[in-house]
């Protein structure tokens, strides 16, 4: 029976093997876990781990009143993933388990399994996802599951008992969880590998066609900008067709059926109608699904997915169509939704420049100049660069943008709260410092309660760019923020180590205008300093007279 035992075991982990692979590449794991398994969803990953090691105990073969198993594979590769914390709950899972079904190697194979999870756990912890090669993978399960087996040495009684047991499973335990562990890691990395370079190409071909949109879009979201996008779209993917719409009608289509799918036609089919007014993305397959009245029409299958603005309200749909003869994959859903949230922003910031045109504060608007169609497109192309490394950041710093320009957009208040200043000024700052990589770091210290006091809107963020502006050198640039409340006036620092004004600099315009504004809602009630630190650096300290009611933002 022993010669048989390692066979028996190799077969069982083979389908454990399968059945995982499979499950990892659903469209709903994926969905949870992102494109890495390595720093997100600790607890589902060690649930999971804990699973696989119940089906290792579950099929495991008898012997002598203990069980040859491969439950230490769902737990080392817990651990190996998502470290110590996942590593712990699979393990307690599967020992948890195992304890529930006695046996002279109850205690020993539950102190095991505990181990197992926290060695490769703390491993993983201390060198990394990316260290666990698979040669490395089969030497460190081995080791374990040496180590496992000596808690059955050590406390099965009898002795002679034990020996049997230990010498006799070491073989079969040792191949089947190192070998099951290895090609698991190995598989679940080269899937990781390949949704990165989904993200990678997804993120190169939504540059591309920004890149072809920013200059149309500035003149409006419109059936013009609307052509020059859907066909910048068409020409750079492989859908086979690509329509744009509004709330109401059809602002361009491009690619087969243009000939009937008209630009200007009201919107008649029912699924543009039903993602209007949900307000959620749609996938459809089928002439049923497209409804259209055209008998030869070629579409066939699309994914519909909602346009909307910094305040989420729906402004029309972005529509990508497939022929019969190719099919909608999770790749192009994706790509869709990742499409469509980029697009909005650039319409975002078409519909920001026509009303700051017409804003009637000429000078507080000139602040965020900066924040021009280019100015996002030179921030979002430095996203790029770092999506090939940390895809998983795009998200974060696409919202980040979301949030200042909803801010810059919508923000007409003549005093906001200095928490709301703050926060717009640390999501310039991120994105900065994506831009410049780790050439940049800052610290905002602000205590509650100067957090609800009210000052003058983009006071702070354009003393943070003359820092960058000014200040950025070959070696990392900080700047400091320190707000606080001295008796009755509001001082502001902003700090840097960088390179320091010269003399003959001219000051920016930037802090121009803000002294100006300053002159005209404080008259003589503030003061406003720029000085070089003795050892490099910048200091741009204010003094703001508290003289505003922050119930109702007027002077009192």
């Known amino acids: 029976m022993l010669e048989n035992i390692s066979l028996i075991l190799l077969e069982r982990v083979s389908l454990i093997l399968v059945i995982t692979y499979i499950f990892f590449q ?101 060198y990394g996802r990316q260290h666990f090669t698979f040669f490395r993978t089969l030497f460190y399960t081995t080791i374990i599951e040496i180590f496992h087996l000596t808690y059955v040495l050590i406390m099965v009684k009898p002795f002679s008992l034990a020996y049997d047991i230990t010498f006799n499973i070491l073989f079969p335990m040792v191949i089947t969880n190192s ?42 979201f419109n059936e013009e900008s609307a052509k020059a996008i859907a066909e910048s779209i ?74 909307t603005d910094l305040n989420n309200e729906l402004i029309g749909t972005l529509k990508l169509y497939y022929s019969k003869k190719n099919e909608i994959k999770n790749s192009d859903i994706i790509f869709g939704k990742k499409l469509a949230q980029t697009l909005s922003l650039i319409i975002a910031i078409a519909k920001m420049n026509e009303n700051l045109k017409l804003a009637t504060e000429e000078k507080l608007r000139e602040l965020m100049a900066n924040l021009s169609p280019h100015f996002l497109f030179n921030t979002l192309n430095a996203i790029k660069y770092i999506s090939k490394k940390e895809p998983e950041k795009i998200n974060k710093f696409i919202d980040n943008i979301s949030d200042l320009l909803r801010y810059t957009l919508y923000e007409n208040n003549r005093f906001v709260f200095l928490k709301d200043e703050i926060k717009f000024t640390t999501d310039y700052l991120e994105l900065m410092k994506l ?15 100067e957090n609800e006091i009210l000052i003058p809107p983009f006071i702070l963020q354009p003393l943070v760019e003359n820092s960058i502006k000014h200040g950025m050198k070959d070696d990392k640039l900080i700047i400091k923020i320190k707000i606080e409340k001295i008796n009755d006036y509001i001082q502001i620092i902003v700090e ?14 930037g802090l121009e205008l803000i002294k100006n504004r300053l002159n005209s809602i404080y008259n003589n009630n503030y003061d406003f300093n720029i000085k070089n630190v003795l050892f490099g650096g910048t200091v741009i300290e204010i003094k703001i007279k508290n003289t505003i009611n922050n119930k109702v933002g007027e002077f009192v």
């Open 234 to 307: 068409l020409n750079n993917t492989d859908f086979e067709a690509v329509a744009i719409t509004d709330k109401e009608k059809i602002l361009s289509h491009v690619g087969i059926g243009s000939d009937h799918h008209i630009v200007g036609m009201s919107i008649k089919t029912d699924a543009t109608k039903k993602v209007i007014k949900s307000g959620q993305g749609l996938k459809i397959v089928g002439k049923k699904g497209i409804s259209c009245s055209i008998n030869n029409c070629p579409l066939f299958s699309a994914i519909i997915i909602p346009l």
């Open 435 to 449: 831009r410049y990589n780790d050439k940049l770091d800052y610290e905002i210290l602000c205590g509650e309660k």
């Open 179 to 220: 070998l099951g562990v290895s090609f698991l890691n190995y598989m679940i990395k080269n899937m990781e590998e390949k949704l990165e370079l989904t993200a990678e190409n997804t993120i190169n071909s939504i540059f591309i066609i920004m890149e072809g949109s920013l200059n149309t879009i500035e003149k409006g």
């Open 496 to 509: 840097d180590n960088g390179k320091g004004f010269r003399k003959q600099e001219k000051k920016g315009k």
């Open 26 to 126: 659903t469209y709903f794991i994926k969905r949870i876990f992102g494109k890495t398994l390595a720093t997100k969803n600790k607890v589902i990953l060690g649930i999971i781990g804990g699973f696989l090691g119940i089906l290792g105990t579950v099929f495991g073969i008898k012997y002598n009143g203990a069980i040859v198993n491969y439950r230490d594979i769902g737990v080392i590769l817990a651990g190996m993933i998502g470290g110590i914390p996942a590593g712990i709950i699979a393990a307690g899972i599967s020992a948890t388990f195992r304890l529930f079904l006695g046996g002279i190697t109850t205690i020993p194979c539950f102190l095991g399994t505990l181990s197992a999870g926290i060695i490769s756990g703390s491993i993983s912890q201390y």
